[in-house]
T-cell receptor, first 115, second 110 residues
Framework: EAGVTQFPSHSVIEKGQTVTLRCDPI?????LYWYRRVMGKEIKFLLH????????ESGMPNNRFLAERTGGTYSTLKVQPAELEDSGVYFC?????????????FGSGTRLTVV | QKEVEQDPGPLSVPEGAIVSLNCTYS??????FMWYRQYSRKGPELLMY????GNKEDGRFTAQVDKSSKYISLFIRDSQPSDSATYLC??????????FGTGTSLTVIP
């Protein structure tokens, strides 16, 4: 089966610009997650979708971040306007059932650099 | 205090060595413990998970949990150059979130 696909793999934008990251989960996986790793720090949870509904967005840092999941398929994460501290690697993951115990499948990530 | 602490390394060992990777955690209520492996420019992939205390073995890999010390370990026997990666411990928070350690970078030298 195809894995979790993320694009772009890299993005360099200027402070104040908008960037949209996309994630295509494994087909049939209802659960989709976004995580972020800022340089030197641990991977941190951003939010969790079940189908098209946001189940938990407690990790979203502020209202400059907007996540959507159209029709319960792919998801986008928009950062508007981007700030320097938004630089990092954004990972998407998916799981068929609850992933809290058995883990999930991660994509390769989008490396975002805000200059 | 962080929920999960992990020595970032880096760790460099010769091929065939036994590798020990470790994490400590803060909450004694945690029951499930996971290890992910992340190759360069890739996402983390689940390597092993354990429940409660004790050992779990999978080939050359052994995951160990010591709940009395709040300490989890991953041992790699007969390490291979292909084991060179970053290893992350992860603990489910509840719901569907994980706490991740910062990861330990391992290089196995042929």
């Amino acid at each position: 089966e195809a894995g979790v696909t993320q694009f772009p793999s890299h993005s360099v934008i200027e402070k104040g610009q908008t960037v949209t990251l996309r994630c295509d989960p494994i087909s049939g996986h209802d659960n989709l997650y976004w995580y972020r790793r800022v340089m030197g720090k641990e991977i941190k949870f951003l939010l969790h979708f079940v189908k098209e509904s946001k189940q938990d967005e407690s990790g979203m840092p502020n209202n400059r971040f907007l996540a959507e999941r159209t029709g319960g398929t792919y998801s986008t994460l928009k950062v508007q306007p981007a700030e320097l501290e938004d630089s990092g690697v954004y990972f998407c993951a998916s799981s068929q059932g609850p992933g809290g115990v058995y883990g999930y499948t991660f994509g390769s990530g989008t490396r975002l650099t805000v200059v | 205090q962080k929920e999960v602490e992990q020595d970032p390394g880096p760790l460099s060992v010769p091929e065939g060595a036994i590798v020990s990777l470790n994490c400590t955690y803060s909450n004694s209520a945690f029951q499930y413990f996971m290890w992910y492996r992340q190759y360069s420019r890739k996402g983390p992939e689940l390597l092993m998970y354990t429940y409660s205390s004790g050992n779990k073995e999978d080939g050359r890999f052994t995951a160990q949990v010591d709940k009395s010390s709040k300490y989890i370990s991953l041992f790699i026997r007969d390490s291979q150059p292909s084991d060179s990666a970053t290893y992350l411990c992860a603990i489910p928070k509840g719901g569907n979130q994980f706490y991740f350690g910062t990861g330990t970078s391992l290089t196995v030298i042929p």
